[in-house]
T-cell receptor
């Protein structure tokens, strides 16, 4: 089975801190995605990547950046965390086109105080 | 902008009851996926429907794709506590080919 691993399940950070969320997939998938999930708002796409060193903005990229130095790893970076970035962050991957079935990680719940 | 409207947002029922969750849009989708997300976990795919009018069954779950490929429904027969979770529909056809997600239906099945 494809596995998407988010190493940090729960994080508590202070306003202004730099935050790294790491995601690794083990099935050689081309595409990787970062979503945030908030009650009443559903899943919103932050950034995605179709290839190494390649990134595309999703629907809500403001306040975030990403890094994909290796095919299996996609990192989400909050340069200066703010309280409105408190959320559940979900990483996902799929094999080729963006509309293919997504395999999700278990999520990283971030609280910014 | 393509949108997927899911209803109801919340559903609390007793074990053994039947229920239907709806996913509607004014846009046409090339395919539609249903995911279930349990507390503390990421969403997991249940089914993909591709053809207008298609019906797929997964044990007690029945999924239907509308003839015009603008809507879908999920029907659960004789719900069990293990069905508890957040059900998400997702349509293929968003910006740059990405999935568009509905906001989800939170189902609670009480024993």
């Amino acid at each position: 089975d494809v596995k998407v691993t988010q190493s940090s399940r729960y994080l508590v950070k202070r306003t202004g801190e730099k935050v790294f969320l790491e995601c690794v997939q083990d099935m050689d998938h081309e595409n990787m995605f970062w979503y945030r999930q908030d009650p009443g708002l559903g899943l919103r796409l932050i950034y995605f990547s179709y290839d190494v060193k390649m990134k595309e903005k999703g629907d809500i990229p403001e306040g975030y950046s990403v890094s994909r130095e290796k095919k299996e790893r996609f990192s989400l970076i909050l340069e200066s965390a703010s309280t409105n970035q408190t959320s559940m962050y979900l990483c996902a991957s799929n094999l080729n086109s963006g509309a293919n079935v997504l395999t999700f990680g278990a999520g990283s719940r971030l609280t910014v105080l | 902008t393509q949108l997927l409207e899911q209803s109801p947002q919340f559903l609390s029922i007793q074990e053994g009851e039947n229920l239907t969750v709806y996913c509607n849009s004014s846009s046409v989708f090339s395919s539609l996926q249903w995911y279930r997300q349990e507390p503390g976990e990421g969403p997991v795919l249940l089914v993909t429907v591709v053809t207008g009018g298609e019906v797929k069954k997964l044990k007690r779950l029945t999924f239907q794709f509308g003839d015009a490929r603008k809507d879908s429904s999920l029907h659960i027969t004789a719900a069990q506590p293990g069905d508890t979770g957040l059900y998400l529909c997702a349509g293929a056809g968003g910006s740059q080919g990405n999935l568009i997600f509905g906001k989800g239906t939170k189902l609670s099945v009480k024993p």
